[in-house]
């Protein structure tokens, strides 16, 4: 358990916006930022971030809180794990009221996998720089490449010893459990049961999560023997989907963020040494063909992707189709193309920094005119292979959703391939007609599910339970936005808006299970003489009260200072009258409960056939419509007042 203190010094210290900052980029839009969700494929902005208030707000998935909820929702952390990061972040010391055991055993899986791995890393970097095998084989490979000792120990690189067990023996022996061993993928296990190292023999290239924890491995032989893959790379885990992880990221999303550009390359070598050479803004999709997960963490950060692809024709031309998907994305691509016998990585070692950007400024394309320059070249002057090329350029442009960038792509190609541009156009819609035309058919052909009829029909009481939802909610957020505001109200003065509210909603029963809850919380902290604010339930640990907390107070419109003044248009300030405010909410929900109640006795009335329980009936009947009727008269003259 991490001690009150360090949690309140950790809540002191973050800047939500700084955190949510380093997962999403955030423009600033009035007093709130917005960037595009996480959590969501969109391309509309719908997550806004209020620094006043310290709370996110997803408005595509649902999803909001604090800034140790967004790391809990986006990275799985558990409460303690995302207190623990922002702590590392803003450097403050954890303290805990149970002192940490040696004993490896977690609770969580998950943990449990990521202790292991970072076990590991720390082992192979050790083995790379203490050990006689590390440093005459795996130092020497890396210096040869022209690594330094910075770059060396900021991306944490390692050896794994030639030995059959030399890591499992010890990690055993530490006490990390076979079971996460084996899951990892850092040990495989034996006919007999026994594990042997997967990496033995290797230099160690740690993989890093989003937030900086290593959760896998590439591992490069630096045997001749080509029996031997070159590289081994972990299995997929309950941590690591290879489809959904950059390498490199974690250590280029300021820098990619800053220039509003990323670098894709296809190798770990290429992202070292291109981030040493100072040009951070570099990620790798490690060997594996490019997938719209990784395209999609790329556009949080940027729109822009320049791909820098080695001498390797045949190997750009198979990538060509594959990029695509990129355009559909709508994210903007350029190619860059490093002479034949040169890589990212050889090149920026043999012309330096400045050489390397001067030629990715002189010979970068967009993606579109490339692939057509290059798919022209191969077809020469066969008609009918141009007839090819024709189409898939255009099958390309197709998949651009934004229109007016479609067009002038057309144009370019037009030139391009001598061809009426009405004609590019023409074949645009066509594809583009057909592409609809399929989807609806998809919509169409998807199989029914079995419906009773009679769930279609919605029963009265429905919506009467949606207008008591509304009117509960409206409680809940007037409790946490003025509830600890001092009332100097005509007869009333001197006591505070939330507990007034509490006790003039003490014979109302809340029947929305999450605002029922919330209301006895704060019932609860009022009679131990707490008065509750936003941040005591932005924070609080149960995740279904953060999310009332923060879909009641979040708004994902903020209404410019200057509409009054360019509209001429005044918009109401429920705070100007706080008294209608607070008491037309509290009565609104009385006159539902008391409609209810008369809706019920209604009911009893036809129903009911004795005399003497027909006169009790009415009676009660009588009564409340007093009631109602008080309610009523009250709304309609005291508030407006």
């Known amino acids: 358990m991490i001690t009150k203190p360090t949690i309140d010094r950790i809540m002191e210290a973050t800047d939500?916006?700084?955190?949510?900052?380093?997962?999403?980029?955030?423009?600033?839009?009035?007093?709130?930022?917005?960037?595009?969700?996480?959590?969501?494929?969109?391309?509309?902005?719908?997550?806004?971030v209020s620094p006043a208030k310290g709370i996110f707000k997803d408005f595509s998935s649902g999803k909001g809180g604090s800034a140790v909820t967004f790391l809990m929702e986006l990275e799985k952390f558990t409460y303690p794990e995302a207190l623990k990061w922002l702590a590392k972040k803003y450097g403050i010391e954890v303290e805990e009221t149970v002192e940490s055991t040696e004993n490896r055993e977690e609770d969580n899986r998950r943990e449990s996998l990521m202790i292991v791995t970072g076990y590991a890393a720390k082992f192979f970097h050790d083995s790379l720089l203490e050990t006689e095998e590390g440093k005459n084989i795996g130092l020497s490979y890396f210096k040869e490449r022209g690594f330094t000792n910075e770059t060396i120990k900021k991306f944490e690189l390692?050896?794994?010893?030639?030995?059959?067990?030399?890591?499992?023996?010890?990690?055993?022996?530490?006490?990390?459990?076979?079971q996460f061993l084996e899951e990892s993928g850092l040990s495989v296990k034996r006919d007999n049961g026994s594990l042997y190292d997967r990496y033995r023999g290797r230099v160690m290239f740690p993989i890093h999560s989003f937030t900086?924890?290593?959760?896998?491995?590439?591992?490069?032989?630096?045997?001749?023997?080509?029996?031997?893959p070159k590289y081994v790379n972990s299995p997929e885990s309950e941590i690591y989907h290879k489809s959904n992880v950059l390498y490199g990221l974690y250590f280029a999303k300021k820098a990619i963020r800053e220039e509003d550009n990323c670098f894709l390359v296809e190798g770990y070598a290429d992202v070292l040494s291109v981030h040493q050479a100072g040009i951070e803004n570099v990620v790798a999709s490690s060997g594996t063909s490019l997938t719209v997960e990784q395209i999609r963490l790329i556009g949080r950060f940027t729109k822009n992707i320049?791909?820098?692809y080695d001498g390797d024709a045949a190997g750009i031309k198979a990538s060509l189709r594959g990029l695509d998907m990129i355009l559909e994305e709508g994210l903007n691509v350029?190619?860059?193309?490093?002479?034949?016998?040169?890589?990212?990585?050889?090149?920026?070692?043999?012309?330096?920094?400045s050489g390397f950007k001067k030629h990715i400024e002189d010979n970068k394309k967009d993606f579109i005119l490339y692939k057509t320059d290059i798919l022209l070249k191969e077809a020469g002057n066969d008609p009918i292979k141009k007839a090819e090329v024709i189409r898939e350029i255009v099958e390309s442009v197709a998949k651009i959703p934004d229109s007016i960038k479609a067009s002038v792509f057309i144009k370019e190609c037009s030139y391009?391939?001598?061809?009426?541009?009405?004609?590019?156009?023409?074949?645009?819609?066509?594809?583009?007609?057909?592409?609809?035309?399929?989807?609806?058919?998809?919509?169409?052909?998807k199989p029914a599910v079995p419906v009773d009829e009679s769930l279609l029909e919605e029963p009265p009481v429905l919506k009467s339970n949606k207008d008591d939802s509304n009117q509960e909610r409206e409680i809940i957020r007037l409790l946490l936005l003025y509830g600890n505001r001092v009332i100097d109200w005509d007869g009333i003065a001197n006591t505070y808006i939330g507990p007034f509210m509490i006790a003039e909603l003490s014979d109302v029963d809340f029947e929305t299970a999450i605002c029922k809850q919330f209301v006895e919380?704060?019932?609860a902290e009022v009679e131990n003489g707490v008065l509750p604010d936003e941040q005591y339930f932005i924070h609080y640990p149960e995740k279904d009260i953060v999310d009332l907390t923060v879909t009641q107070i979040a708004t994902k419109y903020t209404l410019s200072e200057n509409w009054y003044e360019m509209h001429n248009i005044l918009v109401n300030d429920e705070q100007v009258n706080m008294k209608a405010t607070i008491l037309g909410a509290i009565f609104h929900l009385k006159k539902q409960k008391v409609g209810k109640i008369l809706e019920n006795l209604r009911k009893e009335l036809q129903t009911t056939t004795g005399e003497a329980d027909q006169e009790i009936l009415l009676n009660q009947y009588m009564q409340m419509k007093k009631v109602?009727?008080?309610?009523?008269?009250?709304?309609?003259?005291?508030?407006i007042k």
């Open 416 to 445: 391009l391939l001598q061809i009426d541009e009405r004609a590019l156009l023409s074949e645009l819609n066509k594809m583009r007609m057909a592409k609809a035309k399929k989807d609806s058919q998809q919509q169409i052909s």
């Open 334 to 353: 350029k190619v860059v193309l490093f002479p034949d016998g040169h890589d990212p990585d050889s090149y920026v070692r043999n012309f330096g920094t």
């Open 158 to 178: 390692g050896y794994s010893p030639d030995q059959w067990e030399a890591f499992t023996s010890q990690a055993l022996k530490e006490g990390y459990q076979q």
């Open 521 to 523: 919380i704060y019932r």
């Open 306 to 308: 320049t791909i820098l």
């Open 16 to 48: 939500i916006v700084e955190v949510i900052g380093e997962f999403v980029q955030l423009k600033k839009r009035g007093a709130n930022y917005v960037g595009l969700s996480p959590f969501a494929n969109e391309r509309t902005p719908s997550f806004t």
């Open 212 to 228: 900086g924890r290593v959760i896998a491995f590439g591992g490069r032989t630096l045997k001749n023997d080509k029996s031997v």
């Open 628 to 639: 109602e009727k008080t309610i009523s008269d009250y709304l309609g003259s005291v508030i």
